[in-house]
C-alpha cells in the first residue's frame, strides 16, 4: 500500500464520522413525521452514530482507491456510498438484537431496549419497543437504499452497485434463517457444511465481500476482477467469523458468566460442532443435555466450559483459522491482482484483524 493511500486511510475515519453526523442533520427535515417519531430519529441518529469500528465503509474506501478510483474520500457521493453500508449495518442489528432479545450493544442499551425504557412502565413495553425496533430497522434499510442510489457515479455503475446491494442483503438475511433455525436442533443434527453456510452468508456477504467488490466495482472493475474479489474474500471471511467465535468463547468465561453470549443463546456455533466431534459419547451426552437447557445457571456454564476445553476445540479452530488465512494469502499470491491491488488487499485484511482482535467485528 503506497504511503499516501495510507495517509488517506488514516484520515478517513474522521472525515467518514463528521459526514455521518451531518448526514442525519440534513436530512431531518426528511424524516419529519411529527412528535411521536422525533424521539425515534434522535435514537436512530445515536445508535448509528454510536462509535464503532466501521469495518465496512473503511473497508469500501480502501477497495475503492486500491482499484484505481480517483475520487478524494471527502467526495460527496464517495461517501454516501460508504455510509449506506454502515445504516445497512444498523438495520442488520437492531433486528438481530431483537430476535436475539440482546440488552447491549456496544456497551449501550439496544434499540428496542431505548424505546421500551422512553416508555416507562407502561403495560407491553418491552413488546412495543420490539416491534417499533423492527420497523426503525426498516426505514434503516429504505434508507441505506436511497443513500446509495442518490449518488453522482455513472448509471450503469450506480444500477450495478445496487443490484450486488440487494443480493448481499438477501443473502444476509438467508443466513439469519439458518441462524434461527439451526438453534432448533441438537447439535448432533447440525452439520458443519450449515454452520459454515450460516457464516458465510450471514457475515461474510455483507461483512467483506459487500465492502471490497463495491468499492472496486465503483472504482471500475471488472467482472472478472470482482469474481476473482469475491472468491479470495470467501476463506477470509470464514476465519475472522471463528476468530469471534473464539473471542466470544474467551469472553464467555470471563468475569460475567451469565452475559448473553451465542452459546447462552442456543447458537450452533463451529466451535460447539467440534467439540462435539472431539469428545466420547458420554461428554457428548453431557453437551446435548447443557445445550437443551435454555435456563442459564453457573452448572450447566460450567460443565459447557469443562467439555469445550476437554474436546481441544479451541485449539483445533485456532488452527483452522490459520489455516484459513494461509490459504487467502496462497490465493492472493496466484492472483491476477496487480503487485499493488494485492498489497492494498493483504494490509485491509491486516488492518480489520488487529482491529478485530478483542472484541470481534460487531
Given at each position: 500500500?503506497?504511503?499516501?493511500?495510507r495517509?488517506?486511510?488514516?484520515?478517513?475515519p474522521?472525515?467518514?464520522?463528521?459526514f455521518?453526523?451531518?448526514?442525519?442533520?440534513?436530512?431531518?427535515?426528511?424524516?419529519?413525521?411529527?412528535?411521536?417519531?422525533e424521539?425515534?430519529?434522535?435514537?436512530?441518529?445515536?445508535?448509528?452514530?454510536?462509535?464503532?469500528?466501521?469495518?465496512?465503509?473503511?473497508?469500501?474506501?480502501?477497495?475503492y482507491?486500491?482499484?484505481?478510483?480517483?475520487?478524494?474520500?471527502?467526495?460527496?457521493?464517495l461517501?454516501?456510498?460508504?455510509?449506506?453500508?454502515?445504516?445497512?449495518?444498523?438495520?442488520?442489528?437492531?433486528?438481530?438484537?431483537v430476535?436475539?432479545?440482546?440488552?447491549?450493544r456496544?456497551?449501550?442499551?439496544?434499540?428496542?431496549?431505548?424505546?421500551?425504557?422512553?416508555?416507562?412502565?407502561l403495560d407491553?413495553?418491552?413488546r412495543?419497543?420490539?416491534?417499533?425496533a423492527?420497523?426503525?430497522?426498516?426505514?434503516?434499510?429504505?434508507?441505506?437504499?436511497d443513500?446509495?442510489?442518490?449518488?453522482?457515479?455513472?448509471?450503469?455503475?450506480?444500477?450495478?452497485?445496487?443490484?450486488?446491494?440487494?443480493?448481499?442483503i438477501?443473502?444476509?438475511?438467508?443466513?439469519?434463517?439458518?441462524?434461527?433455525?439451526?438453534?432448533?436442533?441438537?447439535?448432533?443434527?447440525?452439520?458443519?457444511?450449515d454452520?459454515?453456510?450460516?457464516?458465510?452468508?450471514?457475515?461474510?456477504?455483507?461483512?467483506?465481500?459487500?465492502?471490497?467488490?463495491?468499492?472496486?466495482?465503483?472504482?471500475?472493475?471488472?467482472?472478472?476482477?470482482?469474481?476473482?474479489?469475491?472468491?479470495?474474500?470467501e476463506?477470509v471471511?470464514l476465519?475472522?467469523?471463528?476468530?469471534?467465535?473464539?473471542?466470544?468463547?474467551?469472553?464467555?468465561?470471563?468475569?460475567?458468566?451469565?452475559?448473553?453470549?451465542?452459546i447462552l443463546?442456543?447458537?450452533?456455533t463451529?466451535?460447539?460442532?467440534?467439540?462435539?466431534?472431539?469428545?466420547?459419547?458420554?461428554?457428548?451426552?453431557?453437551?446435548?443435555?447443557?445445550?437443551?437447557?435454555?435456563?442459564?445457571?453457573?452448572?450447566?456454564?460450567?460443565?459447557?466450559?469443562?467439555?469445550?476445553?476437554?474436546s481441544?476445540?479451541?485449539?483445533?479452530?485456532?488452527?483452522?483459522?490459520?489455516?484459513?488465512?494461509?490459504?487467502?494469502?496462497?490465493?492472493?499470491?496466484?492472483?491476477?491482482?496487480?503487485?499493488?491491488?494485492?498489497?492494498?488487499?493483504?494490509?485491509?485484511?491486516s488492518s480489520v484483524?488487529?482491529?478485530?482482535?478483542?472484541?470481534g467485528?460487531?
Open positions: 500500500m503506497s504511503p499516501t493511500l495517509t488517506e486511510l488514516q484520515q478517513a474522521s472525515i467518514f464520522e463528521g455521518l453526523a451531518r448526514f442525519f442533520q440534513e436530512n431531518a427535515e426528511r424524516y419529519a413525521y411529527g412528535e411521536l417519531f424521539p425515534l430519529y434522535l435514537d436512530m441518529t445515536e445508535f448509528v452514530a454510536r462509535r464503532g469500528k466501521r469495518i465496512r465503509p473503511m473497508l469500501f474506501l480502501g477497495s482507491r486500491i482499484f484505481g478510483g480517483e475520487r478524494l474520500f471527502d467526495d460527496s457521493s461517501l454516501r456510498s460508504a455510509l449506506s453500508l454502515e445504516l445497512l449495518h444498523a438495520f442488520i442489528l437492531i433486528h438481530d438484537d430476535i436475539d432479545q440482546s440488552e447491549r456496544r456497551g449501550l442499551p439496544t434499540f428496542h431496549k431505548l424505546v421500551e425504557e422512553r416508555l416507562g412502565k407491553g413495553a418491552a412495543v419497543g420490539g416491534n417499533v423492527v420497523v426503525v430497522g426498516d426505514i434503516l434499510f429504505a434508507m441505506a437504499l443513500t446509495l442510489r442518490s449518488t453522482d457515479f455513472p448509471r450503469e455503475l450506480r444500477d450495478a452497485a445496487l443490484s450486488h446491494f440487494l443480493r448481499y438477501s443473502d444476509t438475511g438467508a443466513g439469519e434463517v439458518y441462524d434461527i433455525l439451526l438453534g432448533t436442533r441438537d447439535i448432533a443434527r447440525v452439520e458443519e457444511a454452520i459454515t453456510r450460516m457464516y458465510t452468508l450471514k457475515t461474510t456477504r455483507y461483512t467483506f465481500e459487500a465492502p471490497l467488490v463495491l468499492g472496486a466495482l465503483l472504482a471500475g472493475a471488472n467482472a472478472e476482477l470482482l469474481q476473482e474479489l469475491a472468491e479470495l474474500i476463506p471471511g476465519a475472522f467469523q471463528i476468530q469471534n467465535d473464539l473471542i466470544e468463547y474467551h469472553q464467555f468465561k470471563g468475569v460475567d458468566r451469565l452475559r448473553q453470549t451465542d443463546e442456543g447458537k450452533k463451529l466451535l460447539l460442532r467440534v467439540a462435539y466431534d472431539h469428545l466420547d459419547d458420554l461428554d457428548r451426552s453431557f453437551l446435548q443435555l447443557c445445550l437443551s437447557t435454555r435456563a442459564s445457571n453457573d452448572a450447566s456454564i460450567s460443565k459447557i466450559e469443562q467439555l469445550i476445553d476437554k481441544g476445540a479451541v485449539g483445533l479452530l485456532t488452527q483452522r483459522m490459520e489455516g484459513l488465512f494461509q490459504k487467502a494469502e496462497a490465493a492472493l499470491k496466484a492472483s491476477s491482482f496487480t503487485p499493488e491491488q494485492g498489497d492494498g488487499l493483504r494490509e485491509a485484511f484483524r488487529q482491529q478485530t482482535q478483542h472484541t467485528t460487531q
